[in-house]
């Protein structure tokens, strides 16, 4: 099971931090993943992280704003997000899956509840 949490209105500019709570003892072996939806359109790609940690994929559309990192100790995952922009509205939702991260939703196995972000221009 996973738990997002973090989510909220913020200026645009400003910066939040999203983290993602898993229950079990194989959160280690998994890759994880944050997509989001923005309304009216499609769930998208925004970054993910293999299960060591040592490996990282990035949407074009966050690099050099969003870190995603993770602690395999405390069974987490976190998703810094700065100079946010209004674009970035949506709902963010954690994801599980292959072990090495990927891009494809198809690859995630376990999927949080999602958590608003908004940000106001």
């Known amino acids: 099971q996973l738990q997002a949490y973090g989510g909220g209105l913020v200026q645009a500019g400003g910066s939040l931090r999203l983290s993602c709570a898993a229950s079990?003892?194989?959160?280690?072996?998994?890759?994880m993943g944050w997509f989001r939806q923005a309304p009216g359109k499609e769930r998208e790609f925004v970054v993910a992280?293999?299960?060591?940690?040592?490996?990282?994929y990035y949407a074009d559309s966050v690099k050099g704003r969003f870190t995603i990192s993770r602690d395999n100790a405390k069974n987490t995952v976190y998703l810094q997000m700065n100079s946010l922009k209004p674009e970035d509205t949506a709902v963010y939702y954690c994801?599980?899956?292959?072990?090495?991260?990927?891009?494809?939703?198809?690859?995630?196995?376990?999927w949080g509840q999602g958590t608003q972000v908004t940000v106001s221009s």
């Open positions: 079990g003892r194989t959160f280690s072996s998994y890759g």
């Open positions: 994801a599980a899956g292959a072990a090495f991260g990927s891009s494809l939703q198809g690859e995630y196995n376990y």
């Open positions: 992280i293999s299960r060591s940690g040592r490996s990282t």
